[in-house]
Nanobody
Framework: QLQLVESGGGLVQPGGSLRLSCAAS????????IGWFRQAPGKEREGVSC????????YYTDSVKARFTISRDNAKNTMYLQMNRLKPEDTAVYYC???????????????????WGQGAQVTVSS
């Protein structure tokens, strides 16, 4: 079965950290652009970050730059999103995704990504 399985969400205080993991099964992430998206209540899903399959270039939306770090471990077939200095506005359901893209781009419409994780709730609140 081809799937992405997420883990690592939860409740954290403002300024805290969380790490999301996303493990692929049934296919190799080696040749995929992989990304993280989030959807807050009442809002559309938005791209947060992505990392290319080739040279490992990373891209971030402005609101998370210098706070979030995307990474991939091809040997473990897993991707990660390290989130530091979390803010209440980061509260959302976070989704990992993988797509066979010529250019890795988290701003592309979601249908460009082939596989999606089940979502992980991240709540930032005191």
């Amino acid at each position: 079965q081809l799937q992405l399985v997420e883990s690592g969400g939860g409740l954290v205080q403002p300024g805290g950290s969380l790490r999301l993991s996303c493990a692929a099964s049934g296919f190799s992430l080696d040749y995929y652009c992989i990304g993280w998206f989030r959807q807050a209540p009442g809002k559309e899903r938005e791209g947060v970050s992505c990392i290319s399959s080739g040279d490992g270039s990373t891209y971030y939306t402005d609101s998370v730059k210098a706070r979030f770090t995307i990474s991939r471990d091809n040997a473990k077939n897993t991707m990660y999103l390290q989130m530091n200095r979390l803010k209440p506005e980061d509260t959302a359901v976070y989704y990992c995704a993988a797509g066979r893209l010529d250019m890795c781009d988290y701003t592309l419409p979601v249908h460009n990504y082939d596989y999606w994780g089940q979502g992980a709730q991240v709540t930032v609140s005191s």
